[in-house]
């Protein structure tokens, strides 16, 4: 067993010149010098270092350390900047030296009796900026300052603090403490020396009020107070210079200049252009037109330039349709019409197959059965889901017939396979009159009308589908110069021109996302969906309808 050492023996510390070790309550502890002062061994007491003899010693301390003032329970030494500095217990109060914290002096082991005042004194108070010490009959008692004030120790006055350089006792928070800080959802705030301070996540994160801790931002619902701009200000648009950019709700947003006019970026107005600052386009945005020099493909207006688009093989661009046909009659025979050897593509006519280039041909392949060609994969896949009906007889385009034991939709033919559609709520098909009409006797009644998240065509709109949510179909738009594919059941992109859209039932200023492209969107403009582009680091949100800061990448 290790025996005690004798009660108040001091000696020198091996490696720090301002500590000692002192024999406590039957232990040996490390004790510390005060500030500028070092340990002599000779007289086995702490002397003030005017030499400079420990120089060292006062930077060996760690940020936040506590240690004992030899004989003094009222205080302790913490290390503030490297160095241990005095402080003193809260009155009433006094130094637990084993816990390292002021407890309440219930046994009155910090003993200021002996300590006497002048009457009518007055000093700081070290654990109260906003109050002071008033000698009264010999003691200090706690005095506070007025609301809004605290003690001018040099003039021992209590002044209006005005630059709040003083947080009252009742008011400072609880050090290390974290809150929510109400202005950004990038950050929080700690508590530091009584004071909250802003502290920011790392990018990308948002702060979890619940949890207290910084997470990263999966769904991009928060956008820091750092990157948020300034509300309603505006400026130029680098990709438009008849539109500009306004700050709402802390993102920018795209705004258009009225037909004629452009943004100056000086003034921040639109300007009528009269001197053609701002270049005219040569087409407008998503019109078709015919190729003059190619009777299987057709041009497209895309960011205001004519592009050239190809029909698929075996087809020509019907100009007065606006739309590419298949050439039955070989009334296009374009110079390049040799296929790449081996190259796949879909069969227009059957969604259980496909087309293989063979010597420069095209030739019709079979998928195995209960098998359709995924064009965009260009393979064949299980028809788990039904994507693709097959028919032993070709149908003829367009013929419509009943669906059995359905009597809420009917089936149209499309490329030679018969597709299912669905009458619009309240009607129901009539095989007589091959029509959907008025369901007066609930036909229809009681059958389930939809599953959540489901897909179908949309009979009016081939650029768009229709899509199940809350047991309610709902129509949808594909993305800008795209089609729903009945067989693929999913938008691809039109080249072949095979669908007219319906652009002239959209609302001014109606947004809709674009499902190829997070950056992008289609904005009414003028009744025509209009492509538009978010800012460079931003993506559209379907859910607020505009662009906003992409903290996790979706764009990139």
Not at 157 to 176: A, L, S
Not at 439 to 467: F, H, M, V, W
Request: charged residues 30%; hydrophobic residues 30%; aromatic residues 8%.
């Amino acid at each position: 067993m290790r025996s005690k050492c004798l009660e108040g023996t001091v000696k020198s510390h091996a490696e720090d010149c301002s500590r000692y070790w002192q024999c406590l309550n039957g232990e040996t502890l490390i004790q510390s010098c005060p500030t500028q002062s070092y340990f002599d061994p000779a007289w086995e007491v702490c002397v003030i270092d005017v030499s400079g003899r420990c120089v060292a010693a006062a930077a060996q301390c760690a940020e936040g350390q506590i240690e004992v003032i030899p004989g003094n329970n009222c205080g302790y030494f913490r290390c503030v900047n490297g160095s241990l500095e005095e402080t003193k217990c809260q009155l009433g109060s006094y130094f637990n030296a084993s816990l390292k914290l002021c407890e309440i002096d219930e046994n009155r082991i910090c003993n200021t009796e002996n300590e006497s005042c002048t009457e009518g004194f007055v000093q700081a108070d070290p654990m109260n900026c906003a109050g002071y010490l008033r000698c009264v009959d010999g003691s200090l008692v706690e005095e506070q300052c007025t609301i809004g004030s605290y003690f001018n120790a040099d003039f021992k006055i209590c002044e209006i603090d005005e630059k709040g350089n003083c947080i009252p006792m009742e008011r400072k928070c609880r050090e290390g403490s974290i809150e929510e800080d109400p202005e950004d959802c990038g950050g929080y705030l700690r508590c530091v020396d009584g004071r909250l301070v802003e502290e920011k996540c790392a990018k990308g994160s948002s702060f979890n009020a619940e949890l207290k801790i910084c997470q990263i931002d999966e769904n991009g619902i928060c956008i820091p107070k750092s990157e948020r701009c300034t509300e309603g200000s505006l400026k130029e648009d680098p990709e438009d210079c008849a539109g500009y950019l306004k700050c709402v709700d802390g993102i920018l947003v795209k705004g258009k200049c009225a037909k004629g006019s452009f943004f100056n970026a000086d003034l921040k107005i639109c300007e009528t252009d009269e001197n053609g600052i701002c270049d005219p386009k040569q087409c407008s945005e998503g019109s078709i037109q015919a190729d003059p020099k190619d009777c299987s493909g057709y041009l497209m207006c895309v960011d205001g330039n004519l592009i050239e688009k190809k029909c698929a093989k075996g087809s020509f661009f019907n100009a007065y349709l606006k739309i590419c046909e298949i050439d039955e009659n070989g009334n296009c025979d374009p110079n390049n019409d040799k296929c790449t050897e081996g190259s796949l593509e879909a069969d227009p006519k059957d969604c259980s197959g496909y087309l293989i280039c063979v010597d420069g041909n095209l030739i019709e392949e079979k998928c195995a059965k209960g098998s359709f060609f995924n064009a965009a994969l260009k393979i064949c896949e299980m028809d788990e889901n039904g994507v693709c009906i097959r028919s032993l007889e070709r149908c003829f385009e367009n013929e419509l017939g009943e669906i059995p034991e359905n009597r809420c939709g009917y089936l149209r033919c499309t490329y030679g396979n018969l597709i299912q559609f669905d009458c619009s709520n309240g009607r129901y098909y009539n095989s007589s009159l091959e029509a959907c009409v008025i369901d007066e006797n609930g036909l229809c009644a009681g059958l389930k009308e939809c599953d959540n998240s489901e897909t179908r065509i949309d009979p009016d709109d081939c650029a768009g589908y229709l899509q199940c949510i809350d047991g309610k179909m709902v129509k949808r738009l594909c993305s800008y110069g795209s089609y729903f594919h009945t067989a693929l059941h999913s938008c691809v992109v039109d080249d072949e021109g095979v669908c007219v859209p319906l652009w002239d039932h959209c609302k001014e200023g109606e947004r809709e996302a674009d499902p190829e492209d997070f950056a992008s969107y289609l904005e009414c403009i003028d009744g025509d969906f209009m492509p538009q582009r978010c800012e460079s680091g931003s993506y559209f949100n379907a859910d607020i309808k505009s662009c906003i800061v992409d903290v996790l990448g979706r764009a990139a």
